[in-house]
């Protein structure tokens, strides 16, 4: 069983599934070691050297390429954020969502749609991260 700590707790309720209990928390959410935030912007930067790496070393047609774009595939995006997406041959679609204001960082090509998505989910990304 995994522990976390939680300060200035604003509210809980129970939520659908056996044993879940929604938090909602006006302080940080801590494993002990590192707070959730600390652990948002580690995953922001290593996606932003992975994703910037890719583009510049990308040497063979056919080869991976990045991309972001402030819009889905169909139009849509969600309020105040983009998507940064890999598409990798033979392994898939890796793609994150970023507040705009992250935008500058990714020194990667503009798309105006990104690509049709591939119906991944997190736990696909972690696999096709573990393959590159």
Do not use: C
Request: no cysteine; net charge negative; glycine share 6%.
């Amino acid at each position: 069983m995994k522990t976390f700590s939680i300060t200035q707790v604003k509210d809980f309720k129970w939520g659908n599934e056996p044993n879940q209990l929604i938090i909602q928390s006006e302080g940080d959410i801590s494993d002990e070691y590192h707070t959730m935030h600390e652990l948002y912007q580690h995953r922001m930067a290593l996606n932003i050297a992975l994703f910037n790496m890719i583009h510049v070393y990308r040497k063979y047609p056919g080869g991976p390429v990045v991309l972001k774009s402030k819009l889905h595939s169909d139009g849509t995006m969600f309020e105040e954020y983009f998507i940064v997406t890999a598409v990798i041959p033979e392994i898939g679609q890796i793609s994150y969502h970023y507040k705009l204001k992250h935008w500058d960082k990714f020194n990667i090509p503009e798309q105006e749609r990104a690509p049709e998505w591939d119906g991944h989910n997190s736990l696909d990304v972690l696999e096709r991260l573990g393959k590159l």
